[in-house]
């Protein structure tokens, strides 16, 4: 892949871009925004690469349209991974937020003038990661920015920012790509799965292509049929709550009740809509017999189980055994029987 272009759903806020750096009137404080794995971090960088690119400003930038070059010497620097002219921000390796004295240095580094560019481009991700004392000390930096440089925040948490960051950042929408396009995307990355076993990851994924693409790599989708297979035989009566624990246990809660709660509520959409409207293909195949037959009451009632499940999952103090246990125990008594 063009690891200087962004991804092709991202190709209108990088037209926007483009036009601002035509006008020459690029705003000093950009905050990237979008949701988990929507490319955010790729599309950060390809832009810090066009900014730095010495190409990307000759009569050939026309032709790149507005693309690293990849070749001059600002782009062999970029992917050495030693440019002076751009400087990254991000939680320390062991912890989950940057602190002030982080922000701090940084600042002293984004306010020195461009050494090898014409610019420098300083990224800070994930930005809600600052602490808001950290926060408050990048706020005059934003407001009265060194002459040739640009800030990059980016978050999928545009809200957990505070409101004077935001209001001094030009905001920047990056959205996840429609279905079509992430399934188009993704059989160009690997033709290997079919366009079904794409469409699967790409549930289990959120709708995420680019995790969907991880997904592909690892065993995520074997450890999910799996635990499908014990939910189902529970449901179907064919497995004791006790022996479907055993399988749950081998996962880690979010997760578990994660695709425990999904399920639930698709066998709820069958039940109440229609079979033809489930989303997930697992349940769909091997339940479907038994779907007009399940106890909507009770689906509703595992829903509120599992959401507070969730909740509680957190808090240290309770015992998952136990709990994992009476969820199981209420999955049995899910089909009506017919008299
Ligand atoms: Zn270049």
Excluded at 89 to 114: G, H, N, S, Y
Excluded at 182 to 199: A, G
Excluded at 267 to 282: A, P, W
Excluded at 310 to 334: D, H, I, K, P, Y
């Amino acid at each position: 892949m063009d690891n200087q272009a962004p991804y092709p759903w991202q190709q209108q806020s990088w037209e926007l871009l483009q036009q601002y750096v035509h006008r020459g009137r690029l705003p000093h404080g950009l905050l990237f925004n979008g949701p988990a794995e929507c490319g955010k971090k790729h599309f950060a960088q390809s832009f810090a690469e066009a900014v730095l690119c010495t190409a990307n400003r000759s009569e050939d930038a026309a032709r790149q349209h507005g693309k690293a070059c990849g070749k001059c010497h600002s782009c062999l620097l970029l992917a050495a991974g030693n440019h002076p002219d751009l400087v990254i921000l991000a939680p320390p390796e062991d912890k989950k937020t940057i602190p002030v004295d982080a922000v701090r240095e940084f600042i002293q580094d984004a306010t020195l003038t461009p050494q090898i560019a014409s610019s420098r481009v300083c990224v800070i991700v994930p930005a809600d990661a600052m602490t808001s004392e950290a926060a408050n000390s990048l706020l005059k930096t934003l407001e009265e920015p060194a002459a040739n440089n640009h800030m990059i925040l980016v978050t999928e948490h545009v809200r957990h920012l505070p409101a004077t960051i935001r209001s001094r950042c030009q905001i920047i929408n990056l959205p996840l790509p429609t279905q079509e396009q992430s399934l188009q995307w993704l059989q160009q990355q690997q033709q290997r799965p079919q366009q079904q076993q794409w469409q699967e990851l790409l549930n289990c994924a959120a709708g995420a292509p680019l995790r969907a693409l991880s997904f592909e790599k690892s065993d995520i989708m074997q450890r999910r049929q799996q635990l499908f297979n014990s939910f189902a035989a529970l449901i179907n009566g064919q497995q004791a709550p006790l022996s479907a624990v055993a399988v749950w246990n081998e996962e880690v809660s979010e997760v578990l009740l994660k695709w425990l709660y999904e399920w639930t509520l698709d066998l709820l959409r069958g039940r109440q809509t229609g079979v033809e409207n489930m989303r997930d293909l697992l349940p769909v195949r091997v339940l479907s017999d038994l779907i007009p037959r399940l106890d909507a009451g009770k689906l509703i009632a595992l829903i509120e189980q599992l959401i507070s499940l969730n909740r509680g999952m957190g808090e240290r103090n309770l015992n998952r055994q136990m709990q994992l246990e009476a969820l199981a125990v209420s999955f049995t008594g899910l089909v009506v029987v017919q008299k």
